[in-house]
Structures are given as structure tokens and as C-alpha cells.
């Protein structure tokens, strides 16, 4: 159960478009429909924003989207804003009926 | 609306036991399946067990297996974690969390966590 690889951080400035990658194995990732990211600001329980792949949560903004392509999943923010300065992890479900996590990416909105 | 308690945590020596638990309301819980997921202090969350709604299949990460029991009590509305055999790797914050859709699709909505801190 190895952790899904994310970029330890990325940066942009207000307004601007980022993207986060998190990629896995044919085993989780790429193997099935059940990715996930999640926001986490410190001292805060991690909050879902995507779930299988590119569907958001009632509540959550439409700057949010997410995607898949083969082995690798991408969260992108567009419209950056102040808030969205926190910690982005990814997770997926596996061939193993598992759920595995990925390191997590710092984003900071310069 | 959806509410999900934890509670149980404390200090424990290593090779201890201890059990958390999870108060859930705001939704009808024996139609859903229920996770732990633990975050050491300074990382990134790992998630530890699954469930299904009807306790009929439990699932774990590989660190807690044959360690971690996770259980439910779909009268009582509570989830369970009991834990043995506890190490320092296992001192971390453990949340509770509910999926939606899907059983897969895990942290629609989290408690507000309980710290599990193993130390001699």
C-alpha cells in the first residue's frame, strides 16, 4: 500500500490557475473510478471537494475541478483565492479493498 | 444534520489497548458504511478500516491488520476501533468519517477526531 506521489508543493498567485497531479498504479488509480481530493487548513479535519474523479459536493465551489488520464489524476483550481492556501491530498480505492492516500501537496497562494 | 463523535482517545503504553468510539446522528446509519482514518501529528491522513453497513465485510490498511478491530452497533448508532498491541506509529489523531454514493468515496463528513497517543 504505498502512498499515491504527489508534488510536495505548488504556488500561484490570486486569480491565477493551478494544478495538482497524484499518481498511482493500475492497481488504484488508474484501475478505477474512486478518486477523491480532499482540503485541509491547519488544526481542521480534511474536507472532501472531488469524488469519483470530477464531481464535487453539494457546497463545494465550481473553481474546483478534477480529472483522470491512465495512472495519474490532476486537481485544478481556477480563480485562485486567499482561502484556498491550505493542504491537498488525493486517495483512491484499490484492487487490495483498500484506500490508499497520497503524500499531500502544499498550496500557497503567493 | 449529519454529526459524527469521537471519543476514547488518551495515553497508552505501547503493547496497550484501548477502544475508540464514534456517536453518529443526522442520518439513518445502518445504510452507510463507516471508516477510520488517522493522521500522525505533522502528516498527511492514513486511512485505517472499513465496514460495511451491515457489518457483513471489514477491510484494513496493512499497518493495523491483526492489531485493529473495527466494528459497529447499528442500534446504538456507534462505530467502533479497538485497538491492541499499540506502537508509537500509531499515535495520531482518529477520525471517523462517512462516505457518500459510494462506500468508496470516503470523508463526505468527518468528526471532530479523537488523539490516541502511545508512549511509555
Known amino acids: 500500500q504505498s502512498a499515491l506521489t504527489q508534488p510536495a508543493s505548488v504556488s500561484g498567485s490570486p486569480g491565477q490557475s493551478i494544478t495538482i497531479s497524484c499518481t498511482g498504479t493500475?492497481?488504484?488509480?488508474?484501475?478505477?473510478?474512486?478518486v477523491s481530493w480532499y482540503q485541509q487548513h491547519p488544526g481542521k479535519a480534511p474536507k472532501l471537494i472531488i469524488y469519483?474523479?470530477?464531481n464535487r459536493p453539494s457546497g463545494v465551489s465550481n473553481r474546483f475541478s478534477g480529472s483522470k488520464s491512465g495512472n495519474t489524476a490532476s486537481l485544478t483550481i481556477s480563480g485562485l483565492q486567499a482561502e484556498d492556501e491550505a493542504d491537498y491530498y488525493c486517495?483512491?480505492?484499490?484492487?487490495?479493498?483498500?484506500?490508499?492516500f497520497g503524500g499531500g501537496t502544499k498550496l500557497t497562494v503567493l | 444534520q449529519v454529526q459524527l463523535v469521537e471519543s476514547g482517545g488518551g495515553v497508552v503504553q505501547p503493547g496497550g489497548s484501548l477502544r475508540v468510539s464514534c456517536a453518529a446522528s443526522g442520518f439513518t446509519f445502518s445504510n452507510f458504511g463507516m471508516h477510520w482514518v488517522r493522521q500522525a501529528p505533522g502528516k498527511g491522513p492514513e486511512w485505517v478500516a472499513v465496514?460495511?453497513?451491515?457489518?457483513?465485510?471489514?477491510y484494513y490498511a496493512d499497518s493495523v491488520k491483526g492489531r485493529f478491530t473495527i466494528s459497529r452497533d447499528n442500534s446504538k448508532n456507534t462505530l467502533y476501533l479497538q485497538m491492541n498491541g499499540l506502537r508509537g506509529e500509531d499515535t495520531a489523531v482518529y477520525y471517523c468519517?462517512?462516505?457518500?454514493?459510494?462506500?468508496?468515496?470516503?470523508?463526505?463528513?468527518w468528526g471532530q477526531g479523537t488523539l490516541v497517543t502511545v508512549s511509555s
Open positions: 469519483e474523479v470530477n
Open positions: 493500475s492497481s488504484d488509480v488508474g484501475g478505477y473510478k474512486y
Open positions: 486517495s483512491s480505492c484499490t484492487s487490495s479493498t483498500t484506500l490508499v
Open positions: 465496514i460495511w453497513h451491515d457489518g457483513s465485510n471489514k
Open positions: 468519517t462517512r462516505d457518500i454514493v459510494n462506500i468508496w468515496n470516503v470523508g463526505a463528513y
